[in-house]
C-alpha cells in the first residue's frame, strides 16, 4: 500500500479524525475499500449518507445502472420529445428516458447490453441528431509524420485508450483530431503516448466544454433561422402585395402584371416567388413528412401538411388558368403558403432567441473559467491550456487573474475574491494551507498553489453540472402537458379533416372547406404546451444559481413552495458553528488554568466545534496542553481520557449521570450560564464534578430577519439541537422562534424522527443543516437544505444547496419556487386557453353566428405568438426579487 493511501485509510471519513484500524470501534467495507469510524455516531452518520443517497437518488444499483447525457438537435415541439422517450423506452435496458424540449437535452439511464453507442443510434433512427455531452474534442499538432503509415501509427496510439473514439489523422496536414471523455481519459496522457511513439504532440485546439458546443450549435441555429427569415421575408412581401393589392384596387398592380388582363402571368410570377421561400422552410417538410411515414407527427408535420395543401391547390389553379379557366386567379393561395412560413420562421427565430436568454445563468457560468493557467513544470515556468492541468501541478497566479482550478496554497498569501461562486461579497484573506477555488480572482499578493482538483471535479464544474441537471429536469406539473402532447398532433389531423368534411358536405364549397382545414392546421401549437414547463425551470433554477442556490431538481423546485414547516439545526445554521470559550469555573482545588489545561488535553482529539472552542480558549490563554491517553469519544454525552494515571470526563449532564456524579448543588451557576446562550461542558474524575467550562455560539446576524420573514409567510419555525434545553430556549429567544417549538438534547441520529413526526402531522417540511451530520433528516424532509456549503455542492442528501450562510436564503429558495410554479401555471393556462378558443375559431365555430372565418394567414401569427409568449413570460420570471 503507497503512503497516501495508507494516511486515507487511518482518517475517520465523517469527522476526518486520525482512527488506528486495530482500535477502531466500527468498520465498514464497501466497494472493495475498508472506512474505519472512531464512534459509533460517525459510523451511523456515513451509513445514513450513503442509505438516503441511494434512496433519494439511485434509480438501479450503482453497479448495474449508467447513465449518458445527450444535447439533441432536431426538435420542433413537445411531440418530438415525446417521439424519442418512446423510441428509447423500447430499447432493451433502458431504464428511464428525459427528454426536455426546451433545454434540448436527453437523459437516459441504462444496464444491460445497452450502451451510448446503440442509444445514440436510437435517437438518429427516430429523426434527430444526439450530441455526447460526455465526450470533448481535441486537435493535436503531430510533428514528425512523413507518411499515411506515420499516421497510422498515431491513430492506433490514440485507440488503443479507452474514452477515446472518432480520431481522425492527416500527415499532410500534420494533426490528429479525435473525441475524449475527460473523465476516463487526460490530454497529458495522450501526448504521453504520441510522444512515446516518436512523435512530438501539441496540443493545437480543444472545444473548452461539452456545454459550449451545445452553446454553439444554438448559436449557429439562431444565425441560420435569421438567415431563412430575411430569404423568406424578401420574396412574401412581393407575394403578399400582389394578392392583398389586387383585392383593394387593380391600380396598385403594374398593368403587365394586372390578373384581369395577364391572368397566367400573374399566377406565375407568385408561385416563382413562392419557391424561395418553400427552400427556406424546407425543413418543415422534409422532418414533417418524414414523421408522418413513421406515425410519431410534430408540428411540422402539421405546417407541412397545411401549406402543403395551400401550395399544391395554388398549382392546380395555375394548371386551370393554363387550360383557360381564368377564374382560378382569384384564388391562388400561394400568398397563403408563403405568409405562413415565413410566420412561422419568424416565431422560430423569436422563439430560439428567447430560449437562448432563459439558459444565460449556463453562459455565465461558463464563462468565469479562464483559458489557460501558468504551471511551473520542470522547474520551468510556462503557459497551459486549463484542460491540460492535472492534480498535482504548481500554479503561479499573480493578482488580477482568476485562479484556474481548486486548490491548496503552498506559497504566498492573498485575498481572494470569491463572490462569483459562493455569492460572499467581501474578497477572503488566504495563506498558505488555505484552499482556493477555481474561477474566483486573486485580488492582491502572488500565490503558488497545488491543484487538487481539475477538470469536472472543479467546484465550478460540479456547479455548472447541477445547473443543467436541474434546468433539464421534469417537474410533476409537467405530467398532464407530456401526456397531451402524445396524442395533440393526431387529434388536431382528425380535427381539421372532420372540419373539412363538415363543410364541405354542407355546401359551403371546397375553398371554404380548405381554409379552414388549413387554419386549423396551422393554428393548432402543441410548442407552446411543451415550452410551458422547461423555460419557466430553466430561469428559475438558473436565477437561484446566481444568487447561490442551487436547486438540484425541478420536482424540489415545484416541492418549495408547499413548505408549511421549517426545522432549523441550530449550530452551523441559526448560529455561526464557531463557538468561543466565555467562562471557566472551579468546584475544586484546581484553579482555572487546570481545568482548561485538563480539558483541553482530552478535547483536542476531537474535532467538534466545542472542542475546537475549548482548545483555541488554551492557546489563547497560554496554557499548556498536555496528551491524554486512552483517549475514547462517547457520542452524545462527551469524552474520556486519561492524563498522569487519572481518567477524567469531558461532556454533558448525561456523562455524569451515567458515571453517578454529583453536579445538584451547581445547579444554579449552570443554570444561570445556560440561560445567557452558553453550552456548559462539566470535567469530572470518576467520582467528583471539578469544574464547568463554557463556551457561546454567536448567533448570525441574519438569522432573527429570516426567521421572521419565514413566520410572516405562516411557516411554522423549528429549533433542533443537542444542546440542553435551557440554551436551546435562550437561542430560541433571541432569534424569535416560539420556545414551544424546539428540540433539544437531540442526537444526530434521531434528527430524523422528528423530521417524521412533523410530517405525520400534517406539515410539509423542510430541514436545514450541514449536509453532513444532519443526513438522515435532509433525507426524511420532504425539502433538505444544505446551507453554507461554500463548494461542497455535491451533498447527494440535499434537494437544495445553499453556499452561502445566509438563512434569509431559505426563504429566498420558496419565494423563488413560488414565483416559478405561478409563472409555470401562467403559462399553461396560456397554452391550454390559446388551443382551446383557437383550434375551434380556425374550424368555423363562429361562422354561424358572426359570419367570421380565421384566414390562415392570421392562424400563423396566432400560432407565432403563442409559443413566444409563453417563453416571454417565462424570462419576466428574471426580473423579481427574492
Not at 439 to 444: G, K, L, R, Y
Not at 757 to 780: C, H, S, T, W, Y
Amino acid at each position: 500500500m503507497s503512503p497516501g493511501k495508507e494516511q486515507d485509510g487511518l482518517k475517520d471519513p465523517v469527522c476526518g479524525m486520525a482512527v488506528d484500524p486495530n482500535k477502531a470501534p466500527y468498520m465498514l467495507q464497501q466497494k472493495g475499500k475498508k472506512f474505519y469510524f472512531c464512534s459509533k455516531h460517525c459510523f451511523q452518520a456515513f451509513s445514513a449518507k450513503q442509505d438516503a443517497s441511494r434512496e433519494k437518488h439511485a434509480v438501479t444499483p450503482a453497479s448495474k445502472a449508467q447513465s449518458v447525457s445527450f444535447a439533441i438537435k432536431g426538435m420542433s415541439c413537445a411531440s418530438c420529445a415525446r417521439t424519442i422517450e418512446k423510441a428509447l423506452a423500447k430499447l432493451d435496458g433502458v431504464k428511464d428516458a428525459t427528454v426536455n424540449f426546451a433545454t434540448e437535452t436527453c437523459h437516459v439511464v441504462f444496464e444491460g447490453k445497452s450502451d451510448p453507442e446503440c442509444i445514440a443510434q436510437v435517437i438518429r433512427d427516430a429523426g434527430y441528431i444526439p450530441i455526447d455531452s460526455q465526450y470533448r474534442q481535441a486537435t493535436f499538432t503531430v510533428i514528425g509524420m512523413s507518411s499515411d503509415h506515420c499516421a497510422g501509427i498515431v491513430k492506433e496510439t490514440l485507440e488503443k485508450f479507452e474514452g477515446v473514439k472518432n480520431v481522425e489523422t492527416n500527415y499532410a496536414n500534420a494533426y490528429a483530431r479525435f473525441s475524449y471523455d475527460p473523465s476516463v481519459v487526460k490530454l497529458t496522457e495522450l501526448k504521453k503516448a504520441i510522444d512515446g511513439a516518436g512523435y512530438t504532440a501539441t496540443l493545437l485546439d480543444e472545444s473548452d466544454d461539452p456545454l459550449e458546443k451545445e452553446e454553439e450549435a444554438k448559436e449557429k441555429e439562431i444565425v441560420m433561422l435569421k438567415k431563412k427569415l430575411l430569404l423568406s421575408v424578401a420574396f412574401a412581401l412581393p407575394v403578399f402585395y400582389l394578392a392583398m393589392a389586387e383585392l383593394i384596387s387593380k391600380y396598385l398592380i403594374p398593368p403587365f402584371l394586372r390578373p384581369e388582363a395577364f391572368p397566367l402571368r400573374f399566377a406565375l410570377v407568385q408561385l416563382l416567388l413562392s419557391i424561395p421561400i418553400i427552400i427556406a422552410g424546407h425543413k418543415f417538410y422534409t422532418v414533417g413528412f418524414r414523421n408522418l411515414v413513421k406515425r410519431t407527427p410534430n408540428m411540422d408535420s402539421l405546417i407541412a401538411l397545411g401549406t402543403s395543401a395551400a401550395y399544391l391547390y395554388g398549382l392546380y389553379a395555375v394548371f386551370e388558368i393554363l387550360m383557360g379557366n381564368e377564374a382560378y386567379v382569384k384564388s391562388l393561395y400561394f400568398e397563403t403558403a408563403g405568409v405562413i412560413i415565413t410566420l412561422i420562421l419568424l416565431g422560430k427565430y423569436l422563439e430560439a432567441l428567447a430560449k437562448g436568454k432563459t439558459s444565460e445563468a449556463i453562459k455565465k457560468l461558463m464563462g468565469l473559467a479562464p483559458k489557460t493557467a501558468l504551471v511551473v513544470r520542470d522547474g520551468k515556468e510556462q503557459e497551459v491550456p486549463v484542460a491540460e492541468l492535472e492534480v498535482g501541478d504548481l500554479i503561479i497566479v499573480r493578482p488580477g487573474e482568476k485562479i484556474p482550478v481548486d486548490g491548496i496554497i503552498a506559497e504566498g498569501a492573498s485575498s481572494v475574491d470569491e463572490s462569483m461562486i459562493t455569492g460572499e461579497s467581501i474578497p477572503v484573506d488566504k495563506k498558505k494551507g488555505d484552499t482556493v477555488i477555481g474561477a474566483t480572482i486573486n485580488v492582491s499578493g502572488v500565490i503558488r498553489f497545488t491543484a487538487t482538483k481539475v477538470g469536472k471535479e472543479t467546484a465550478l464544474a460540479q456547479i455548472i453540472k447541477l445547473v443543467q441537471e436541474a434546468q433539464g429536469s421534469k417537474a410533476p406539473i409537467a405530467r398532464l402537458a407530456d401526456i397531451i402532447s402524445g396524442y395533440f398532433v393526431w387529434a388536431v389531423m382528425a380535427i381539421a379533416l372532420l372540419s373539412f368534411s363538415v363543410w364541405y358536405l354542407l355546401g359551403f364549397g371546397f375553398l371554404f372547406s380548405l381554409t379552414v382545414l388549413i387554419a386549423v392546421l396551422i393554428i393548432a401549437c402543441p410548442c407552446a404546451l411543451g415550452l410551458a414547463t422547461p423555460t419557466s425551470i430553466m430561469v428559475g433554477t438558473g436565477l437561484g444559481a446566481e444568487q447561490g442556490i442551487l436547486i438540484k431538481s425541478a420536482e424540489a423546485l415545484e416541492q418549495a413552495q408547499k413548505i408549511t414547516a421549517v426545522i432549523l439545526d441550530k449550530t452551523g445554521t441559526v448560529t455561526t458553528g464557531t463557538p468561543e470559550l466565555t467562562n471557566i469555573k472551579s468546584f475544586s482545588k484546581l484553579k482555572e488554568d487546570d481545568i482548561l489545561r485538563i480539558a483541553s488535553s482530552i478535547e483536542k482529539n476531537s474535532q467538534h466545534p466545542v472542542a475546537e472552542a475549548i482548545v483555541a480558549g488554551a492557546k489563547k490563554r497560554k496554557v499548556r496542553i498536555g496528551n491524554a491517553e486512552a483517549f475514547r469519544e462517547l457520542p452524545g454525552r462527551g469524552l474520556q481520557g486519561t492524563l498522569r494515571g487519572t481518567r477524567y470526563f469531558v461532556g454533558n449532564r448525561k456523562l455524569l449521570e451515567e458515571n453517578n456524579i454529583d453536579f445538584e448543588q451547581h445547579n444554579k451557576t449552570i443554570h444561570a450560564l445556560e440561560e445567557q446562550g452558553n453550552t456548559v461542558m462539566f470535567l469530572a474524575n470518576t467520582k467528583t464534578l471539578l469544574g464547568i467550562i463554557s463556551v457561546a455560539d454567536t448567533v448570525k446576524p441574519t438569522s432573527r430577519q429570516a426567521i421572521a420573514e419565514l413566520n410572516k409567510e405562516g411557516i411554522s419555525v423549528y429549533l433542533i439541537t443537542g444542546d440542553n434545553e435551557r440554551t436551546a430556549k435562550a437561542i430560541a429567544q433571541q432569534t424569535g422562534i416560539d420556545p414551544e417549538k424546539v428540540f433539544a438534547q437531540v442526537m444526530p441520529e434521531d434528527k430524523a424522527e422528528h423530521v417524521r413526526r412533523l410530517q405525520e402531522k400534517g406539515f410539509v417540511v423542510a430541514m436545514v443543516g450541514d449536509g453532513i451530520n444532519d443526513a438522515p433528516a435532509l433525507a426524511q424532509a420532504d425539502i433538505g437544505i444544505a446551507i453554507g456549503a461554500g463548494t461542497d455542492v455535491a451533498i447527494e442528501s440535499a434537494d437544495v444547496v445553499l453556499m452561502k450562510s445566509d438563512l434569509r436564503d431559505v426563504n429566498k429558495a420558496i419565494r423563488l419556487s413560488r414565483a416559478t410554479m405561478k409563472n409555470i401555471k401562467q403559462n399553461l393556462f396560456l397554452s391550454f386557453v390559446y388551443n382551446a378558443a383557437g383550434i375551434p375559431v380556425a374550424a368555423g365555430a363562429l361562422y354561424p353566428l358572426l359570419g367570421f372565418l380565421l384566414s390562415p394567414i392570421i392562424a400563423a401569427g396566432a400560432m407565432t405568438a403563442s409559443s413566444v409568449s409563453v417563453v416571454t413570460n417565462a424570462l419576466r420570471l428574471k426580473s423579481i426579487k427574492l
